[in-house]
C-alpha cells in the first residue's frame, strides 16, 4: 500500500450546521481554493438528523456554540445513525477537560481554525480516504465470517454510554462489566499478569475501575473480547497468542507513556493505550480465521526478507492494519485509534502533522522488539524517522528510545519470572 486510493468521481456531500449563523460565510471559502464539495448549509437540529438518516452525508461540520452539552449529543446521535459520516466541530472555547475529552472521543477532528480552509480541506479529504479504505467490501467480506462480529459486544456498547453521560459512577462500570463473568475472568487474569506493571494483584472489577482507570479498562474490554472470540486453530504453531496479547499490553503502556511524555492530552494518551493494546488485532483474526493463508504470508515474509504487512497484503490482499481497523470502525472505537490501528506499521501514509494517537503507537511498536514465533520473524514496524519529521517529534525520539530500553527490560524480568515459576 504505497499510497491510500484516491476519493474517486463520487461527489462529496457536506453539511454545514450552522445554528447560530457563526459560519455564514465559510461554504464559499471552501469553494475558493476549489474544491468541489456540495455543501448544504442547516441550522435546524432536527432536519440536520433527517438529512443524514436518509441519505448518503460524507462529513457533518458542527460550529461551536456556547451550549458544549448539546454538540456532545449530537455528535453521539450522528455516529448512532450513521457511523461511517465523519463529524467535525468548526472553533473552540473553553470547555471542561471532561466536555473535551467526550468531544475528541466522538469527533474526527476539531478545527480550531476554521478560516484555515486548505488545512481544512486536505485534513477532510485525507479522512475520507481513510474512511473510504476501512470501509472495502473485501475487508469486511473477511470479517463476515464470524457473523455476530460485525457489532461491539453488548458490554462494549453500554461502557460507552456510561463513559458519555453527564457522570460516570464506577458502581455502574463494575456493574455492566460483571454481567458477563467470563469477560471478566480474562480482564481480572491480563491485568494481573506480569506485563500489566500494576502494583499489587486485583480480584474484582471495582479494583481494576480504582487501579487502572476507566477507559483503559474499557480497552481491556475490547482486547479481551478480541482475543476470546478469536482463538487459535488447533493445528496453530507459528506463534503464540497469548504473548501477542502479552507484547500489545506493553506496546500499549509505552505508547501511553510517550504521549504523557510528549504532553499530549489525557485523553489522546488513553486512545494512544487503546490502540497500542488493539494495533495487531488483526494479525490475530487473520491467523485465526483464515491459517493457511496467514502461513503463507509469514513465510513469504520470512524468505524475502519483506515487511510482515507487505506479505499479507501480497497474499491476502490486505495488510492486519487494515483488518484491525476496519472491525474497530465498525465497533465506533476513536477515529484517532482507528487512524492508529490502521496505518501503524506504515505511518508514512499518515498526511496529519503534530502528535496523534499513531505518533505514539509507532514509535512503541517499533522500539518493543518481537519475534514471530519459530519464523524467527520480526513483528514490530520499522521506525519511520522520515513520518517522526513529518510530525515535528523527530528531536524527542532519543528520550522515547530512552524509555523503550526500561520496557525491555520489563519484557526480560517478567519472561524470567514465568520461565521460573
Given at each position: 500500500?504505497?499510497?491510500?486510493?484516491?476519493?474517486?468521481?463520487?461527489?462529496?456531500?457536506?453539511?454545514?450546521?450552522?445554528?447560530?449563523?457563526?459560519?455564514?460565510?465559510?461554504?464559499?471559502?471552501?469553494?475558493?481554493?476549489?474544491?468541489?464539495?456540495?455543501?448544504?448549509?442547516?441550522?435546524?437540529?432536527?432536519?440536520?438528523?433527517?438529512?443524514?438518516?436518509?441519505?448518503q452525508?460524507?462529513?457533518?461540520?458542527?460550529?461551536?456554540?456556547?451550549?458544549?452539552?448539546?454538540?456532545?449529543?449530537?455528535?453521539?446521535?450522528?455516529?448512532?445513525?450513521?457511523?461511517?459520516?465523519?463529524?467535525?466541530?468548526?472553533?473552540?472555547?473553553i470547555?471542561?477537560?471532561?466536555s473535551?475529552?467526550?468531544k475528541?472521543?466522538?469527533?474526527?477532528?476539531?478545527?480550531?481554525?476554521?478560516?484555515?480552509?486548505?488545512?481544512?480541506?486536505?485534513?477532510?479529504?485525507?479522512?475520507?480516504?481513510?474512511?473510504?479504505?476501512?470501509?472495502?467490501?473485501?475487508?469486511?467480506?473477511?470479517?463476515?465470517?464470524?457473523?455476530?462480529?460485525?457489532?461491539?459486544?453488548?458490554?462494549?456498547?453500554?461502557?460507552?454510554?456510561?463513559?458519555?453521560?453527564?457522570?460516570?459512577?464506577?458502581?455502574?462500570?463494575?456493574?455492566?462489566?460483571?454481567?458477563?463473568?467470563?469477560?471478566?475472568?480474562?480482564?481480572?487474569?491480563?491485568a494481573?499478569?506480569?506485563?500489566?506493571?500494576?502494583?499489587?494483584?486485583?480480584?474484582?472489577?471495582?479494583?481494576?475501575?480504582?487501579?487502572?482507570?476507566?477507559?483503559?479498562?474499557?480497552?481491556l474490554?475490547?482486547?479481551?473480547?478480541?482475543?476470546?472470540?478469536?482463538?487459535?486453530?488447533?493445528?496453530?504453531?507459528?506463534?503464540?497468542?497469548?504473548?501477542?496479547?502479552?507484547?500489545?499490553?506493553?506496546?500499549a503502556?509505552?505508547?501511553?507513556?510517550?504521549?504523557?511524555?510528549?504532553?499530549?492530552?489525557?485523553?489522546?494518551?488513553?486512545?494512544?493505550?487503546?490502540?497500542?493494546?488493539?494495533?495487531?488485532?488483526?494479525?490475530?483474526?487473520?491467523?485465526?480465521?483464515?491459517?493457511?493463508?496467514?502461513?503463507?504470508?509469514?513465510?513469504?515474509?520470512?524468505?524475502?526478507?519483506?515487511?510482515?504487512?507487505?506479505?499479507?497484503?501480497?497474499?491476502?490482499?490486505?495488510?492486519?492494519?487494515?483488518?484491525?481497523?476496519?472491525?474497530?470502525?465498525?465497533?465506533?472505537?476513536?477515529?484517532?485509534?482507528?487512524?492508529?490501528?490502521?496505518?501503524?506499521?506504515?505511518?508514512?501514509?499518515?498526511?496529519?502533522?503534530?502528535?496523534?494517537?499513531?505518533?505514539?503507537?509507532?514509535?512503541?511498536?517499533?522500539?518493543?522488539?518481537?519475534?514471530?514465533?519459530?519464523?524467527?520473524?520480526?513483528?514490530?514496524?520499522?521506525?519511520?524517522?522520515?513520518?517522526?519529521?513529518?510530525?515535528?517529534?523527530?528531536?524527542?525520539?532519543?528520550?522515547?528510545?530512552?524509555?523503550?530500553?526500561?520496557?525491555?527490560?520489563?519484557?526480560?524480568?517478567?519472561?524470567?519470572?514465568?520461565?521460573n515459576?
Open positions: 500500500m504505497s499510497k491510500i486510493a484516491s476519493l474517486g468521481s463520487r461527489a462529496t456531500k457536506m453539511i454545514l450546521f450552522d445554528p447560530e449563523s457563526a459560519q455564514v460565510n465559510w461554504p464559499q471559502m471552501i469553494t475558493r481554493v476549489g474544491k468541489a464539495w456540495e455543501i448544504s448549509r442547516i441550522d435546524h437540529v432536527d432536519l440536520l438528523i433527517e438529512q443524514v438518516a436518509h441519505s452525508v460524507d462529513a457533518v461540520f458542527v460550529c461551536k456554540s456556547l451550549k458544549g452539552l448539546i454538540e456532545i449529543d449530537l455528535f453521539r446521535r450522528l455516529q448512532e445513525i450513521s457511523p461511517t459520516t465523519l463529524r467535525f466541530q468548526l472553533g473552540t472555547s470547555e471542561s477537560p471532561r473535551l475529552a467526550q475528541l472521543e466522538l469527533t474526527h477532528r476539531i478545527f480550531e481554525r476554521p478560516d484555515d480552509v486548505s488545512q481544512v480541506v486536505g485534513t477532510v479529504n485525507y479522512l475520507l480516504k481513510i474512511s473510504r479504505l476501512t470501509s472495502r467490501s473485501k475487508l469486511r467480506q473477511f470479517l463476515s465470517k464470524e457473523n455476530d462480529i460485525a457489532s461491539a459486544p453488548k458490554v462494549y456498547h453500554d461502557l460507552n454510554i456510561e463513559l458519555n453521560a453527564e457522570a460516570t459512577h464506577a458502581s455502574r462500570i463494575a456493574a455492566i462489566i460483571e454481567q458477563d463473568p467470563a469477560l471478566t475472568a480474562k480482564i481480572i487474569k491480563v494481573n499478569s506480569p506485563f500489566f506493571g500494576l502494583p499489587r494483584p486485583i480480584s474484582q472489577i471495582p479494583e481494576a475501575i480504582s487501579i487502572i482507570g476507566i477507559r483503559k479498562l474499557r480497552a474490554v475490547v482486547s479481551s473480547y478480541i482475543y476470546g472470540h478469536f482463538p487459535p486453530h488447533p493445528k496453530w504453531g507459528h506463534f503464540s497468542f497469548e504473548d501477542m496479547n502479552a507484547r500489545a499490553i506493553l506496546v503502556r509505552l505508547a501511553m507513556d510517550i504521549a504523557k511524555e510528549a504532553r499530549a492530552p489525557k485523553i489522546i494518551a488513553e486512545q494512544a493505550y487503546l490502540a497500542g493494546l488493539l494495533h495487531n488485532i488483526g494479525i490475530i483474526i487473520m491467523a485465526s480465521q483464515a491459517p493457511g493463508l496467514y502461513q503463507k504470508a509469514l513465510q513469504l515474509a520470512a524468505h524475502e526478507n519483506m515487511p510482515l504487512h507487505a506479505a499479507e497484503r501480497k497474499v491476502a490482499g490486505f495488510y492486519h492494519g487494515e483488518i484491525g481497523a476496519t472491525l474497530m470502525a465498525m465497533w465506533n472505537i476513536p477515529p484517532r485509534a482507528v487512524e492508529a490501528i490502521l496505518l501503524h506499521s506504515i505511518p508514512k501514509l499518515s498526511e496529519e502533522r503534530g502528535f496523534q494517537p499513531l505518533t505514539a503507537v509507532h514509535v512503541a511498536d517499533a522500539l518493543i522488539p518481537a519475534k514471530m514465533g519459530n519464523t524467527n520473524l520480526p513483528i514490530n514496524s520499522q521506525l519511520s524517522e522520515a513520518y517522526l519529521e513529518q510530525a515535528g517529534v523527530r528531536q524527542d525520539l532519543h528520550r522515547w528510545r530512552l524509555m523503550a530500553a526500561d520496557y525491555r527490560q520489563k519484557i526480560h524480568t517478567a519472561t524470567s519470572d514465568q520461565t515459576r
